[in-house]
């Protein structure tokens, strides 16, 4: 699925004479030559500590140099922890002053999808490489003013699909590519787990978006990587919710949705808080790929007629592996596995998906 006409027009007109430049100059990292690049993370919720802060341990190409929070506790604790210099620890009254730090060269933002245009836009003007968590933002009009700031300032943006840098994905997606089962039919994928929270920010409209803005995306992306082809239209999709005094005014706990693919290929998609499911199936001309569970921290799991899928690791080894990856592609000047775009692109299924359910109506997405 190309961006819409629409959407890169206007990513065109925001980025403005910066975009005559090539991928790999705009891709040209640091101001010096590094052998480790310095990551910031931005919020230091759950995913920063007991992720991605222990996975900065193992990085080869990366490590933690710096911290944002708004909380003076937690700035005491990682300071100690981690050993870090009071000099690369910010709020976020004071984020900008780190384009005066050459010790970050990336900042990784961690926060509520709500957060992630400004901290990326304010980065990338302090003229450090962005790394954002999924969903990338919460509309794909964010997401284009992301990539053209990301554009302008010549700094390079990765999003956390931590999946696409892992090798059992790649194993069922090179089946898929080269058709060792022949060509896809059908698809089935489904991405949730029951979250017995009942104030948290993903289940606020104006923060997390509900169900489809966290875990949709990967329901999202399990079809499309499943398939490896992009989807033309939403057929049908409907939300609901058990728990109307959480999820409310009609904010989606559960989520359902038909994706029409080229050549008439279906893919039946379901995403929810309020039950675990984690499963992809993908069924071929001669065969079926079967991964249970397809997106887990510890581990996918999967077979085909062509042998077990199963490359064993232990967390937080996906994300070493993505952000060893990425800082990889910033020291040598090319182009990001995950760039914007590809967060754009989910986002902008994200939408259709809501408008179908909101209408009952199909929506194209070409």
Sequence with gaps: ??????????????????MVFSPNTLLSCTRNKKDRLGVALVGLGYYSTDLLAPALQQTRRCYLAGIVTGTPSKAEAWKKKYNIPDKNIYNYQNFDDIANNPDIDVVYVVLPPSMHEEYVVRAVNAGKHVWCEKPMAMTEDACVRMIAACYKNKRSLAIGYRLQHEPNTNAYRAIVKNKLLGSVKQLEDAAGYFDGRT?????????????????????????????????????????STTRPEIYKDGLAETAIATLEFPGGVMANIKTSFGENINFLNIYCEKGDIKMEPYSGYAGLKGSSPLGEINTSYEVPWQQANQMDDDALSIMQGKPMLVP???????????????????????????
């Design 1 to 18: 699925m190309s961006i819409s006409r629409r959407k890169l027009l206007k990513t065109l007109a925001f980025s403005g004479a910066s």
């Design 199 to 239: 104030d948290h920010w993903k289940q606020k409209r104006e923060m997390g978006g509900g169900v489809m803005l966290d875990m949709g995306v990967y329901a999202i992306q399990g079809a499309r990587l499943g398939t490896g082809m992009e989807p033309l239209s939403v057929v049908s999709a409907q939300t």
């Design 340 to 366: 914007g775009e590809e967060g754009q692109r989910d986002i902008r299924i994200v939408e259709a998906i809501l408008r179908s359910a909101a209408t009952g109506q199909a929506v194209s997405l070409v």
